[in-house]
């Protein structure tokens, strides 16, 4: 059983800044792509960031420049850096993250975190 667990979500002022983690834990033989993704209320969840095992990022057009995602390959954890926050960035943030169980040539599981509520004022 694999679990992801983010924190850091908050309540900010416009301009501000928040770092979002993101940690797996459980039967896990490697992970492959982790990533953020959003969804604002009545609105589909859209991707905010990936980052492979080897370090290979993509963003969103809508953060680039803004925010910045980092990985710990040893703890299975990944990071998001928000700065120059906007009201348009509120939405709950969810972690994914792409399990290999117990094989180097077993298949990748996705598996998503409950998310955590990013909340931007004006």
């Known amino acids: 059983q694999v679990q992801v667990v983010e924190s850091g979500g908050g309540l900010v002022q416009a301009g501000g800044s928040l770092r979002l983690s993101c940690a797996a834990s459980g039967t896990i033989f490697s992970i492959n792509s982790m990533g953020w993704y959003r969804q604002a209320p009545g609105k589909q969840r859209d991707l905010v960031a990936t980052i492979t095992s080897a370090g290979s990022t993509n963003y969103a057009n809508s953060v680039k420049g803004r925010f910045t995602i980092s990985r710990d390959n040893a703890k299975n954890t990944v990071y998001l850096q928000m700065n120059s926050l906007k009201p348009e960035d509120t939405a709950v943030y969810y972690c994914?993250?792409?399990?290999?169980?117990?094989?180097?040539?077993?298949?990748?599981?996705?598996?998503w975190g409950q998310g955590t509520q990013v909340t931007v004022s004006s």
């Open positions: 994914n993250a792409a399990v290999r169980y117990s094989s180097a040539a077993g298949p990748y599981f996705s598996h």
